[in-house]
């Protein structure tokens, strides 16, 4: 098992290019997360997926978007990159929201937009 | 707002013990997470509270006090590999984790 993988692990953009995160997990889990996690402050919510073609807002979703086609993967889209989305970006995954279930995280994606 | 409160930064010495704090105030409350990140890593689960009272995972243990909003964190016979940030977390009523921003642990020899 693979596990929670994400691709790319670095990206350095440019103001204004645009790019697509992919997150896959091989655990059929059914809720999947996107954070982000900047320095000083706590992992950030960006949108998150209970299910197979469902996505919702988080916490800091402006000037993201997600699609969830597959239900193994996850996809963060920067349709127009600013500097303040420079950010350390961690794709996450459960099977239940309740209980003792724990999020497994993928290795992260290091983004700087310069 | 929602809040979770954690020391920056806290310093210890190998075969020590730590406590790490968190204190939260949060809409709702379904649980408590304690992960571990290495730097340049994801972070990884530790523990899981909800009940309040003491859960004991090998030379780590998780405190919890609901009525106080308080978590702790306990750390015995500090090994070098400890050196780590640890993050607290809480599951609201929206099921959503709010996250602290995490306490950095130096180990010294």
């Known amino acids: 098992n693979a596990g929670v993988t994400q691709t790319p692990k670095f990206r350095v953009l440019k103001t204004g290019q645009s790019m697509t995160l992919l997150c896959a997990q091989d655990m059929n889990h059914e809720y999947m997360y996107w954070y982000r996690q900047d320095p000083g402050m706590g992992l950030r919510l960006i949108h998150y997926?209970?299910?197979?073609?469902?996505?919702a807002k988080g916490e800091v979703p402006d000037g993201y978007n997600v699609s969830r086609l597959k239900k193994q993967n996850f996809l963060l889209g920067l349709e127009s990159a600013a500097p303040s989305q420079t950010s350390v970006y961690f794709c996450?995954?459960?099977?239940?929201?309740?209980?003792?279930?724990?999020?497994?995280f993928g290795p992260g994606t290091r983004l700087t937009v310069t | 707002g929602q809040n979770i409160d954690q020391p920056t930064e806290m310093t210890a010495t190998e075969g020590a013990i730590v406590q790490i704090n968190c204190t939260y105030q949060t809409s709702g409350f379904n649980g408590l997470f304690w992960y571990q990140q290495h730097a340049g890593e994801a972070p990884t689960f530790l523990s899981y509270n909800v009940l309040d009272g003491l859960e004991e995972k090998g030379r780590f243990s998780s405190f919890l006090s609901r009525s106080k909003g308080y978590s702790y964190l306990l750390l015995k016979e500090l090994q070098m590999k400890d050196s780590a940030s640890y993050l607290c977390a809480v599951r609201d009523s929206n099921y959503q984790l709010i996250w602290g921003a995490g306490t950095k642990l130096i180990i010294k020899p």
């Open positions: 996450a995954s459960t099977q239940r929201e309740d209980g003792s279930d724990e999020q497994y």
């Open positions: 997926s209970v299910g197979e073609g469902t996505t």
